[in-house]
């Protein structure tokens, strides 16, 4: 089983639609946990952290439910230039501490016209 | 403030060669991950370097990966002798302390003939 699990892709929506990505992850230990968007043959990028109580940033909502070991990233209003894969990354591995990320395999957005 | 830069951007070598990667943190950034993408899996840690020390290395795959980081500055992977199985994205990142977010380089992609 992998550490982390995501949706399989793509995803094709129509430019202004909601789109929600899941994730869950399988050690309890973890800490923290966060949403990276890599663009084709670029580097990942830090989208959000993910915390219990939630978080919102403009058009994207985060969440985590521990007691499940889920996280979500929720995408309002989608945009042309949302198009990329979502990691679902967590911080800790297997061995449950350190700073390494433990990343999932990612899910294609397409956003189109 | 200029971020992470790796070279080369591409490598193409043939197997049996040796391979040396580079990576130059964003300044004073005492935290230094290596990361590696195989195609068709996830983004896989390799180790982790505070300052000059090797933090952790379980995710190095074998003794033909050697990491160095002298004097804690810029980092260089080198892979000796290079197998088939070596081919694919090297991701460097580094963060200001352990629990600060990880930026990423662009990478390098290896391939191995």
């Known amino acids: 089983r992998k550490e982390v699990e995501q949706d399989p892709g793509p995803f094709n929506v129509p430019e202004g639609a909601t789109v929600a990505f899941n994730c869950t992850y399988s050690n309890s230990a973890s800490q923290s946990f966060f949403w990276y968007r890599q663009d084709c043959r670029k580097e990942p990028k830090l989208l959000m952290s993910v915390y219990s109580s939630g978080n919102e940033d403009g058009r994207f909502t985060a969440q985590l439910n521990r007691a499940s070991q889920y996280i979500s990233l929720l995408i309002r209003d989608s945009k042309l230039s949302d198009s990329a894969t979502y990691l679902c990354v967590v911080k800790g591995g297997i061995t449950g501490g350190g700073n390494k990320l433990t990343f999932g395999t990612g899910t294609q957005l397409k956003v189109e016209l | 403030e200029a971020g992470v830069t790796q070279f080369p951007s591409h490598s193409v070598i043939e197997k049996g060669q040796t391979v040396t990667l580079r990576c130059d943190p964003i300044s004073g950034h005492d935290n230094l991950y290596w990361y590696r993408r195989v195609m068709g899996k996830e983004i896989k840690f390799l180790l982790h370097f505070v300052k000059e020390s090797k933090q952790d290395e379980s995710g190095m795959p074998n003794n033909r990966f050697l990491a160095e980081r002298t004097g804690g500055t810029y980092s260089t992977l080198k892979v000796q002798p290079a197998e088939l199985e070596d081919s694919g994205v090297y991701f460097c990142?580094?963060?200001?302390?352990?629990?600060?977010?990880?930026?990423f380089g662009d990478g390098t992609r290896l391939s191995i003939l």
């Open positions: 990142a580094s963060s200001s302390q352990g629990g600060q977010p990880q930026h």
